[in-house]
C-alpha cells in the first residue's frame, strides 16, 4: 500500500508501470470529460507517471500544464514524458502535498485528481487548496474509481460512497456541484464529480 501513496526506489518503477496500466480507461475518459478552455492553466493533484497530463496536454492547447506528486520518483518520470510531449505550455511539476499546495491563489482555470482523492488523509483541507488556487469560473474535478463487483482493491460501492461524500465537501466550500457515471464495464465504473467556482473568469 505505502508504494502505491508514494512509489520509489526500483519497485516505485513497477509500480508506475501498473498504475498507468490499472488507471488507464480511467484517465482516458477523465481527460476526455475535462474540456479545459485554449491557453488555460491546469493542475493535476497526484499525477503519478504523468498520463492523463501527457494525454491533456497532446489533445488541447494548454498555457500551462502543472503538477504537485509526493513521490520524488514520479515526478522524475512525468516529467521526462511531458518534456517533449506537452505543445508549447509551460510546465511545472513539483513535488508536495494535497493539503498545502506551492502555488498562489486562483492560478489556475481546471484542478482535477485521477484515482488519488481516497488516499489523501485531510480531504476537507485538500479540497479547500483545491479550490483556492482554481481561477472564478474554473472547475475541480475529481475522478474515482467504483468497482461493481468484488475486487483486489476495495469492496464494491465503496468509491459511489466516496464520490458522495467528495460532491457534499465540494458543496459547503461553495462550488456549484455535478456528478457524471462513466460505465467501464460491468465489473468497473469512473465517477466524475465536478465542482465549478462561482464568479467570472477574466478576460
Known sequence: MHQ????QGAFGVV?????????GAQNRATVEALAPPAGAAVLEIG????HALAMLAQSRPLGLVAGVDHSALMVARARRRLNGGR????????IGDAGDLPF??????LVFAVNSYHL?????RALAEMAGVLKPGGDLVLSIRDFRTDGRFEPPGKGAATAKAAAEM???LGLQVRQREIVHSPRRATLLVR???CGRAED
Do not use: Q, S
Open 4 to 7: 502505491a501513496e508514494k512509489p
Open 170 to 172: 465540494l458543496k459547503t
Open 195 to 197: 465542482g465549478r467556482k
Open 120 to 124: 489523501w488523509p485531510d480531504k476537507e
Open 15 to 23: 509500480m508506475g508501470w501498473l498504475m498507468e496500466g490499472l488507471n
Open 87 to 94: 505543445g508549447d505550455a509551460a510546465l511545472d511539476l513539483r
Open 104 to 109: 498562489p491563489d486562483e492560478r489556475f482555470d
Open 47 to 50: 499525477f503519478g507517471p504523468g
